[in-house]
């Protein structure tokens, strides 16, 4: 799929051009909905930008005439410009997931991408790591927060 080694390449163009030219969405479930090829190329680029040492591996491909699976896991450097509002960490990140494209007469309508919001939020130190007093504290006053507000919320 042009898309997938348009990543692998880095490649904007490359990454948008089975795009449907006019119905196209990638929607990465952690982060949100992209709709266009321009919209799709300014994220790429942005992601590109913020971790310059970007490296993209498939791990496996399962596709038949109107879908197509992608396991796959990147690494990089938080050392760039800022990732959807996020300053540059100079932090290590290593995610795995999965991306599921939708086509229709050889185009891409839909991809959905799937990948662990949460696990890329600690690596770059915008979560605490797991299992640690900060995760354990928040985790903690999250509950409280829960079990005190309980009464209010089944009145409304």
Request: aromatic share 14%.
């Amino acid at each position: 799929m042009a898309s997938v080694q348009g990543v692998v390449t880095r490649d904007l163009d490359q990454i948008v051009e089975r795009g449907h030219p006019d119905d196209y969405l990638d929607d990465f479930v952690a982060v949100g909905e992209f709709r266009g090829r321009d919209a799709v190329r300014g994220f790429f680029g942005e992601m590109f930008a913020a971790f310059p040492d970007f490296e993209f591996t498939v791990e496996r491909v399962v596709a038949d005439d109107t879908a197509v699976a992608v396991k796959w896991h990147a690494e990089a450097t938080f050392t760039g410009g800022r990732f959807q509002g996020i300053e540059p960490t100079g932090k290590r990140v290593l995610i795995r997931g999965c991306d599921f494209f939708e086509i229709e007469d050889g185009l891409i309508r839909r991809n959905t991408v799937f990948y662990d919001g949460a696990s890329f939020a600690r690596q770059i130190g915008m979560l605490p790591p797991k299992n640690s007093f900060a995760d354990r504290a928040m985790l903690w006053f999250f509950n409280a927060k829960v079990r005190l507000t309980r009464p209010f919320r089944r009145r409304t």
